[in-house]
């Protein structure tokens, strides 16, 4: 994909746009489409997009949030699909509808998973339906993939894999070569991403997650019978996502206590291994969690209400430092007894002591996935 050298004369008649032309299939990512379209035209993808922008290290960023104007009106010059077209790739609007502020202040943008960007690889931040890739003409992988509350395949039922069957590695489909021919191989042991065996999706966790696909398509979400906005609605789920990583980090208690009264079941209730924001989790804590939150969704304020008087919850339980409480459950929070603010983070203790069982388990898969990375 090299660009004609500006002292021939006649350079000016050279079409500099693509052999062959690649449509945007449905919902495409912008990384997989370009993907795609370097390895239709019979070249690496990492030499598809060094000829249209030479002096930008694309993969070594993520595409799906965004290019800039220049970087858009340079595609769209050599693909012929029209700029307006391409932002829709993008994941910054729905980002930015669920973010509570500008997306430039997160490091993590709220609810898409992460990549976890080192160069050309990556951590994760991506995933897929076997039996859609399968049934799929040519494979491509969607934008709601990227989605953190996306954890099934409403189509087929299926739990969504994030990582080769056969290696583990993660999705990287910029790193497929041209001999590859199609987005439907690891790019780590070449392996078929289609020949893997499916698992069921816990059906809560897919309404979770259809009722979300549901507040980003309305514009808005319920909770009870008060209206939200989606990013009200989003940090409600936040708030409550982080009350149940709190409780499944003890064994008893009253926040256990919580977790009965609402009906869900605190035996399945685990803490992520890594300890990581859900951006970063693999899809089947990420489904564990997100099928707890949809039952404590779904109790309403009244049947929360209730559950936290029945556990004899405090205000200090529900409230966390770091975060603030959500307008929506406010009300709820100050008919408790006690303070806001009081013992909801422990403070570090500095005095040499051997750390907690649990805090050494989450150092160590961190560890664990800091090398299997490194050694990829």
């Known amino acids: 994909m090299g660009t004609p050298h500006p002292r021939h004369t006649r350079n000016a008649l050279v079409n500099e746009g693509w052999a062959l032309p690649v449509a945007l299939q449905p919902d495409e990512l912008l990384s997989s489409w370009l993907a795609r379209a370097a390895l239709t035209q019979g070249c690496d993808p990492l030499v598809l997009t060094g000829s249209i922008w030479p002096s930008w290290r694309v993969w070594a960023r993520d595409p799906d949030r965004g290019l800039s104007k220049a970087q858009v009106d340079a595609l769209a010059s050599v693909s012929g699909i029209d700029t307006s077209t391409l932002h829709t790739t993008s994941l910054r609007t729905t980002a930015a509808t669920i973010a509570r502020g500008p997306l430039e202040s997160y490091a993590i943008w709220p609810w898409i998973l992460a990549q976890g960007t080192r160069n050309r690889m990556r951590h994760g931040g991506l995933q897929y339906c076997p039996i859609c890739l399968k049934e799929d003409g040519k494979p491509y992988f969607r934008r709601q993939w990227r989605l953190a509350w996306h954890t099934g395949c409403v189509k087929h039922g299926v739990l969504l894999a994030d990582r080769c069957t056969h290696c583990h590695a993660p999705l990287e489909p910029h790193r497929l070569s041209a001999e590859d021919g199609h987005l439907a191989r690891c790019a780590t042991c070449v392996s078929d991403l289609r020949q893997v065996d499916t698992l069921p999706v816990v059906e809560s966790a897919l309404t979770f997650q259809n009722t979300a696909d549901d507040v980003l398509t309305t514009g808005v979400g319920v909770y009870g019978t008060t209206q939200l906005s ?32 609402l009906g869900i079941n605190s035996v399945q209730l685990n803490p992520p291994a890594t300890g990581l924001p859900l951006e970063l989790l693999p899809v089947g804590e990420r489904m564990q969690l997100l ?40 009300t709820l929070l100050e008919s408790l007894p006690g303070q806001i603010g009081i013992g909801s983070y422990p403070a570090r203790d500095k005095s040499g002591a051997p750390r907690s069982k649990q805090t050494v388990m989450r150092m160590h898969a961190r560890l664990l996935r800091r090398m299997n990375a490194a050694s990829r």
């Open 230 to 261: 989606p990013a009200d609605w989003f940090e409600l789920s936040r708030y409550f996502l982080t009350i149940l990583r709190k409780a499944s980090l003890t064994q008893s208690g009253k926040l256990r206590a919580l977790i009965r009264e």
């Open 291 to 330: 099928s707890a939150l949809w039952r404590l969704l779904s109790a309403g304020p009244e049947g929360f209400r209730a559950a936290t008087h029945a556990a004899l919850l405090t205000r200090g339980y529900l409230h966390h430092t770091k975060q603030p409480v959500p307008a929506s459950v406010l």
